[in-house]
């Protein structure tokens, strides 16, 4: 298959939009500041344009190795935020657990065990969130 050299921009904004939602999205783009803007292209054309725009791996699984990637790397935040993503790819809270599970055997207890609790966090901020829309 050529490569295709259109911008990925576009793209990659609207993936980003519909794994992390509109609100996150508008957070960080309004944070953008003159000395972030390149980063903030950056992310969205080529982790969101070019790579989760790729049909070799459905969103599900993307999720799933980001969760494990930034799980390893003890970054917290970006976890957190991929935890409420892999919800709206469609990721069950006991499919969460498992992905932290079988990342303890990898990545070590101690991360697995503050990768609970992060999630555990996020998960019952989902829970609050979607009681109050109801």
Not at 15 to 27: F, K
Not at 41 to 47: D, E, G, K, M, P
Not at 78 to 103: C, D, K, P
Request: proline residues 5%; charged residues 25%.
């Amino acid at each position: 298959m050529p490569p295709n050299y259109a911008d990925p921009y576009q793209p990659g904004m609207s993936v980003r939009r519909e794994v992390l939602g509109d609100a996150h999205v508008d957070r960080a783009e309004s944070a953008t500041t003159p000395f972030t803007e390149d980063f903030q292209s950056f992310i969205t054309r080529y982790a969101w344009g070019s790579v989760w725009t790729r049909p070799g791996l459905d969103r599900r699984s993307r999720s799933i190795a980001v969760l494990t990637a930034v799980l390893a790397l003890g970054h917290w935040d970006e976890f957190a935020m991929h935890v409420r993503a892999a919800r709206t790819n469609g990721l069950s809270e006991e499919e969460i657990a498992e992905v932290i599970l079988q990342s303890a055997v990898y990545c070590g207890v101690p991360v697995a065990n503050h990768g609970f609790a992060v999630a555990q966090k996020v998960l019952r901020d989902l829970e609050t969130e979607e009681s109050h829309r109801d």
